[in-house]
T-cell receptor
Framework: DGGITQSPKYLFRKEGQNVTLSCEQN?????MYWYRQDPGQGLRLIYY???????QKGDIAEGYSVSREKKESFPLTVTSAQKNPTAFYLC???????????????FGPGTRLTVL | GDSVTQMEGPVTLSEEAFLTINCTYT??????LFWYVQYPGEGLQLLLK?????DKGSNKGFEATYRKETTSFHLEKGSVQVSDSAVYFC???????????FGAGTRLAVHP
């Protein structure tokens, strides 16, 4: 089955700790995205990557970091510098020009992070 | 900058009622428009989309028409079911890197 997987589904962190959220896709998509969702709000873009070894900050990148060493993987690290990290985190990917509908992003199931 | 405004929820309907969720946008040019649906505890699923003015997107009985005159993309369904209970997000595609701009979401609750 092709798709996007995120792990873990639930994650608990103590204040002051860094934590890494996993995002893997086997859709052969080039572009990948990380969004944050807070209750009663829409999604906000944290980081995005259009190709391997390249990524750009989104609207709310402070306190987060990413890497893109492989096409399939785009992990997000929530650092201790993120002031309010409790949220639902969603990863998405998008095909490139040769793969059909290039404007549509496909989402993973999400990771709910709670800071204790 | 680009933005999306959705009607506030929650929207509560009886089964088989008609549904409308309003969505208006502000954007440069004519961006692609989307409706995504989120079931409890899950990620977002693409419901439908439209890429140019007067296009109608449709899926699973839901429809939305891209209206450039009114900068709107309202979601409609003729007869809702309990299984349609979810949060619905309107979004537009913005910028060269295909960033999605989302509305705040509208929660729909359908009761038997």
């Amino acid at each position: 089955d092709g798709g996007i997987t995120q792990s873990p589904k639930y994650l608990f962190r103590k204040e002051g700790q860094n934590v890494t959220l996993s995002c893997e896709q086997n859709l052969n998509h080039d572009a990948m995205y990380w969004y944050r969702q807070d209750p009663g709000q829409g999604l906000r873009l944290i980081y995005y990557s259009q190709i391997v070894n390249d990524f750009q900050k989104g609207d709310i990148a402070e306190g987060y970091s990413v890497s893109r060493e492989k096409k399939e993987s785009f992990p997000l690290t929530v650092t201790s510098a993120q002031k309010n990290p409790t949220a639902f985190y969603l990863c998405a990917s998008r095909p490139e020009k040769t793969s059909g509908s290039t404007d549509t992003q496909y989402f993973g199931p999400g990771t709910r992070l709670t800071v204790l | 900058g680009d933005s999306v405004t959705q009607m506030e929820g929650p929207v509560t309907l009886s089964e088989e009622a008609f549904l409308t969720i309003n969505c208006t946008y502000t954007a440069t040019g004519y961006p692609s428009l989307f409706w995504y649906v989120q079931y409890p505890g899950e990620g977002l699923q693409l419901l439908l989309k439209a890429t140019k003015a007067d296009d109608k997107g449709s899926n699973k009985g839901f429809e939305a028409t891209y209206r450039k005159e009114t900068t709107s993309f309202h979601l409609e369904k003729g007869s809702v079911q309990v299984s349609d209970s979810a949060v619905y997000f309107c979004a537009l595609l913005s910028g060269g890197y295909n960033k999605l701009i989302f509305g705040a979401g509208t929660r729909l609750a359908v009761h038997p």
